[in-house]
């Protein structure tokens, strides 16, 4: 008579299935692993770019006043080509404004002056007026945002 003993081969048979499947998901969790290291991520984008006027439309000697993600601004032609300047006074924030007869921006809180390359020139303005990148394509003219 002669006795099978099914209890040492399927032991045996789990046994080796589960090494398998262990071996398995480790070669392919190291293979996944490898690739995102061989190709990564592309770097999420920083910047937008927002049109904000058509070169037509700012005049030769005055800002074109736009408006840049909520934020009020001045785009004007300086001697550097467009710039956009913020309106906001580098003093506690009042808004600026263009005045054309001195060819400077003003701010009426404390009387800052800026030249018209935002350049703080008198006054209690601590520093020149922020800018934002301005970007022309054709007759298009956008500005870089952050993201
Ligand atoms: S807020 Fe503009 S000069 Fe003070």
Not at 75 to 83: A, I, K, P, Q
Not at 87 to 98: A, E, F, I, P
Not at 113 to 139: A, M
């Amino acid at each position: 008579m002669t006795v099978i003993n099914d209890n040492v081969s399927r032991r045996k048979f789990l046994s080796n299935a589960f090494m398998t499947l262990g071996v398995g998901l480790g070669l392919g969790t190291a293979l996944v692993r490898a690739g995102q290291f061989l190709m990564p991520k592309p770097k999420a984008k920083e910047f937008d770019e927002i049109l904000i006027a058509m070169d037509a439309d700012i005049p030769e000697k005055a800002p074109l006043p736009v408006e840049i993600s909520g934020n009020k601004a001045l785009l004007l032609r300086t001697t550097e080509g467009l710039v956009a300047f913020s309106r906001k006074c580098t003093d506690l924030g009042c808004l600026v404004s263009w005045d054309s007869s001195r060819e400077e921006f003003v701010c009426p809180c404390h009387q800052g002056v800026y030249d018209k390359n935002g350049k703080n020139i008198s006054g209690p303005p601590p520093r020149p007026l922020d800018r934002f990148d301005v970007v022309k394509k054709g007759e298009m003219v956008y500005v870089k945002v952050k993201v």
